[in-house]
């Protein structure tokens, strides 16, 4: 059965770190795109980040030089590496996998920056 679980997400003080962990089972990772999206309270989906299978990383404006999207091949596995979180990066955080018409979504992982 195809699964992806999101992992890594806690409280946080501003300033702080956390590396979000997206984790595949019954298919193979690196063959898709996957993105990060999170959803703060109220608002809607947004994307902040995605790898394509080929390894092009892109970032939302918002957390670009701040955040790292990478992926693990030997673990099927993709993270994303948060840095110098602000409590604007509150919010629940998603994986998708998509290939093609395929699209898989994690359950998702809370993330709060908070003081």
């Known amino acids: 059965q195809s699964q992806l679980v999101e992992s890594g997400g806690g409280s946080v003080q501003p300033g702080g770190s956390l590396r979000l962990s997206c984790a595949a089972s019954?298919?193979?990772?690196?063959?898709?795109?996957v993105a990060w999206f999170r959803q703060g309270p109220g608002m809607v989906r947004e994307q902040v980040s995605c790898?394509?299978?080929?390894?092009?990383?892109n970032y939302a404006d918002s957390v670009k030089g701040r955040f790292t999207i990478s992926r693990d091949n030997a673990k099927n596995t993709v993270y994303l590496q948060m840095d110098s979180l602000r409590p604007e990066d509150t919010a629940a955080y998603y994986c998708?996998?998509?290939?093609?018409?395929?699209?898989?979504w994690g359950q998702g992982t809370q993330v709060t920056v908070s003081s």
């Open positions: 998708n996998a998509a290939l093609g018409a395929l699209s898989n």
């Open positions: 019954g298919y193979t990772l690196q063959d898709y795109a």
């Open positions: 790898i394509t299978s080929g390894d092009t990383a």
